[in-house]
């Protein structure tokens, strides 16, 4: 039954996203005063009149209502910083990134500082794109001084535990300066309740199980920036931040022998560990205008962190006897990065805008990893292949981007990026490989009127090696072992891609984004022989294509008779085929979902100062193939969360909200084979639910 509400539900979704656009292209009238919103040779410029009615507190609440905008922080889950530039600037400047990420710059600009929000939507010579489709320009207003924001929550977990945050912000002028510091700092109580049955090769029920994870996390972030305008030609600019964590989980667990209707203890679990690290990074940025042509920027990047786990004991006892044995596990792991980057821009003139320069990057991980068996007498350790080993990485880069305004209506952007790297790997597992890859773009954009815009994509893009795939990793609740790979190659994927962008209104935009990925050495698992068992393991299992087509729509619901309401929309649809390296069948990709939807509603009541809203998500069912077992993952009725506010008191914003309002969990369903998965030879079956309640949350936030 609850497969059909779901099929259900997806396809009313997927009829209004497809069907509603065309009504509100149609008949919605423009919104807000034409005052407010300024459009002119692909920039939109909103007032601040334009976020009334959304009551914002600081520069992240106007953003986020930039109607067809999304904030990215870029991929700063990459090395270096090539790739780590966001969509965001600030007075038609990037802030310093990866040791701040984007929603703080935004969280600490009060309201009052901000004179307008400029959406660049196409590439143009006097903005520095960097592949983004679209960006966002916070013009602040001149002679802005002292200024603070500050948010306060209070989070009640399904435990019934408290999870107090602050998160504050202060900025002032110092001499030629302005100095900004800032700390995030809190905790959380959650818990996640696990039910469990397994059944044999015919589908029989022999046991049963359910486990009660209580954690808690604590982090204290400080940070500070550092503005410098050192004369009218130059700029300085640093970030500091420092995020010091304690992670501690107390897990039992009983398990139960099934025959029929009956139901006998069988084992009891108790586990509980303590996790503390820490990170520590910095970005330098210097900026030098030569003349009015030629500019030079000069970038440094410095980040420290460390964790260490355990030794953690998982413990198993028999109801009748006491303990009987225990898995002791202990793990941590030190990374490093060191990056500079230096880049030359040159605008000859009004059409043309050139980038050229170069980065170098080192980076290393040491990662270790000891297990133990204690059996109540003796604590014998168990031998683990890779599990302590140390990868280090040398990467070097060159490049060169230019943008050219063709015409009124036409623009290009292209450009070609050359990475050497070499990766060495020393302790279990002893290897150096070196690589080289040409990494070119091309991007031509077509505005042809105010409302629609046309882009048309071609890139090649190279993924780096994750250093936490060389090393092994266990987890004893699940009673798996992923064997560390020091022989896969980053996947390389060349990718074709259009999109169509209409505006409707001055609150209203829709776009249609289809694109085709031809992927090489695709990232999976393979199966690694060892004298002590067979081990699945992160590597490449061959070439593999992805057709994908996403929606998003921002739309006012005046036309539907719903004053103030904005509804925003994200659909995205993933056709994934690789030929599966063990049965030779095609098959979807590992982890890769169908299927996405997020839907953001919200409504205003300006008189009573009142607003209400809720966001959903929702994911279809996944796929998991490893060597010995297939994983089925169902996140059964998507994630719901429903919020009131008032602005009524004091200038504050205060809100009230739910998190997981269906706390149905989440479903896997894991399937063991006897043998290799290509037999066909079913072992067992697995059946988990997972959950961690429904959540209540209190906040207040305002500015200083």
């Known amino acids: ?50 976020f009334t009615d959304y009551a914002p507190v600081t520069a992240l609440d106007m953003v986020s209502r930039v109607p067809g905008f999304g904030l990215s922080n870029g991929d700063t889950s990459r090395r270096g910083l090539g790739d780590a ?31 307008r929000i400029e959406l660049i939507q196409e590439a143009l010579p006097q903005y520095d794109m960097r ?41 002032t002028p110092v001499g030629p300066t302005e100095m900004t510091f800032g700390l995030d700092t809190g905790m959380s109580g959650n818990r996640l309740r696990r039910r469990e049955s397994r059944h044999d090769a015919s589908g029989v029920e022999f046991a049963r199980g359910s486990d009660n994870d ?31 964590w304690t992670w501690h989980r107390v897990r039992f667990a009983e398990y139960y022998s099934v025959s029929g209707a009956t139901l006998t203890p069988h084992r009891l679990e108790h586990n509980e560990t303590e996790n503390h690290g820490s990170l520590y990074s910095g970005t330098l940025s210097y900026q030098r ?36 044995d225990s898995i002791i596990v202990s793990a941590g792991a030190e990374m490093e990065e060191t990056a500079l980057r230096q880049t030359l821009s040159w605008d000859p003139n009004d059409r043309h805008s050139l980038e050229f320069g170069g980065e170098h990057a080192s980076n290393s991980r040491e990662t270790h990893l000891a297990l133990s068996e204690n059996d109540g007498t003796t604590i ?32 290009l952007e292209s ?18 490989r070196s690589f080289t890859y040409p990494k070119p773009s091309v991007t031509l954009n077509y505005r042809s009127d105010d409302r629609n815009r046309f882009r048309f994509t071609g890139r090649r893009d190279v993924d780096q090696l994750d250093f936490g795939k060389f090393a092994s990793s ?68 061959g070439d593999g294509t992805n057709l994908r087509v996403t929606g998003n729509l921002t739309t006012p619901l005046d036309t539907l008779g719903i004053n103030n309401a904005v509804l925003d929309v994200f659909l995205e649809w993933y056709d994934t085929n690789v030929e599966d390296p063990l049965t030779g069948e095609n098959r979807q990709w590992s982890g890769t979902r169908e299927w996405e939807l997020r839907l953001d509603y919200r409504q205003t009541f300006p008189q009573s100062q009142m607003a209400w809203g809720w966001d959903y998500f929702w994911l279809s069912d996944g796929e998991v193939h490893r060597s010995r077992e297939f994983q089925h993952h169902d996140n059964t009725d998507g994630d719901l969360d429903i919020y009131v506010e008032t602005t009524r008191f004091f200038g504050v914003t205060l809100r009230a909200q739910v998190d997981a309002v269906f706390n149905t969990g989440d479903d896997r369903q894991r399937i063991f084979y006897d043998g290799s998965r290509a037999s066909g030879i079913i072992d067992g079956i697995d059946y988990r639910n997972t959950s961690m309640g429904r959540t209540f949350q209190i906040s207040a936030r305002s500015t200083f």
């Open 214 to 244: 209580q954690r808690q996390y604590e982090e204290f972030a400080p940070s500070w920036s550092m503005n410098w305008d050192i004369n009218d030609n130059s700029r300085l600019r640093m970030d500091a931040r420092a995020n010091l």
């Open 415 to 432: 450009g070609l990026r050359y990475e050497f790297s070499e990766i060495a790997q020393t302790g279990d597992a002893q290897q150096t």
């Open 1 to 50: 039954m609850r497969g059909i509400l779901l099929n259900g539900a997806a396809g009313i979704f997927i009829g209004a996203f497809l069907s509603t656009p065309v009504l509100a292209i149609q008949d919605a009238p423009a919104t807000g005063s034409a005052t407010q919103v300024q459009t002119e040779a692909g920039v939109a410029a909103y007032q601040p009149g334009f």
């Open 474 to 541: 266990v987890d004893v609740t699940d009673n798996n072992s992923t064997l560390g790979n020091p022989d896969y190659v980053p996947q390389r994927t060349w990718t074709l891609e259009g999109e169509w962008e209409r505006r409707f209104g001055d609150a209203g935009s829709f776009s249609l984004q289809i694109g085709y990925d031809w992927v090489e050495d695709l990232d999976g698992w393979v199966s690694i022989v060892t004298p002590t068992g067979v081990f699945d393991a992160p590597g490449n299992i």
């Open 131 to 171: 592949g983004h489709s679209r960006l966002v320009n916070v013009v602040l207003r001149e002679g802005a001084g002292r200024s603070g924001s500050w948010d306060a929550r209070v989070q009640i977990s399904d435990s019934g535990r408290l999870g107090p945050r602050i998160i504050a912000s202060y900025t």
């Open 289 to 324: 205008d030569l003349n009015e042509e030629i500019s030079l920027e000069t970038m440094l990047l410095a980040t420290r962190e460390r964790w260490e786990d355990g030794p953690e004991a998982y413990e198993n006892y028999d109801p009748v006897s006491g303990f009987t």
């Open 380 to 411: 014998t350790p168990i031998d683990l292949p890779v599990a302590e080993t140390r990868v280090e990485e040398s990467r070097s880069e060159i490049f060169a981007n230019h943008v050219w305004q063709i015409n009124d209506r036409f623009s």
């Open 85 to 115: 530039f966001g969509n965001l600037l600030i007075n038609g400047r990037r802030p310093s990134n990866k040791s701040l990420s984007l929603e703080t710059v935004l969280q600490r600009i009060p309201v009052d500082d901000v004179e």
